[in-house]
């Protein structure tokens, strides 16, 4: 059974930092794209980040230069270094396991809140 597990969502001011880990078991990830993805009430859920098998990373325009995605194959982890946050960056953030072929897992997400 592949599992998806997010921690590291918080109550944070704005400016401050964050870092959200996705451990993942029952694959190996080094054989998907692994992105995190965040959710507001009432929106659709958005793509913030992805990196690629092949280690290329991808960021949606509103948090270029502030988060970095980055991938371990060998913890079987993904994480998202978040900086400069703003109160529009609040959503439940969600780690995607994805390939090509269509196969694809989701972790449950963790709470990111931005407020003073």
């Known amino acids: 059974q592949v599992q998806l597990v997010e921690s590291g969502g918080d109550l944070v001011q704005p400016g401050g930092s964050l870092r959200l880990s996705c451990v993942v078991s029952?694959?190996?990830?080094?054989?998907?794209?692994m992105g995190w993805y965040r959710q507001t009430p009432g929106k659709q859920r958005e793509l913030v980040a992805r990196i690629r098998t092949s280690g290329i990373k991808d960021y949606t325009d509103s948090v270029k230069g502030r988060f970095t995605i980055s991938r371990d194959n060998a913890k079987n982890t993904v994480s998202l270094q978040m900086v400069s946050l703003k109160p529009e960056d609040t959503a439940v953030y969600y780690c995607?396991?994805?390939?090509?072929?269509?196969?694809?897992?989701w972790g449950q997400g963790t709470q990111v809140t931005v407020s003073s």
């Open positions: 995607n396991a994805f390939r090509y072929s269509g196969l694809e897992y």
């Open positions: 029952g694959t190996i990830i080094s054989t998907y794209a």
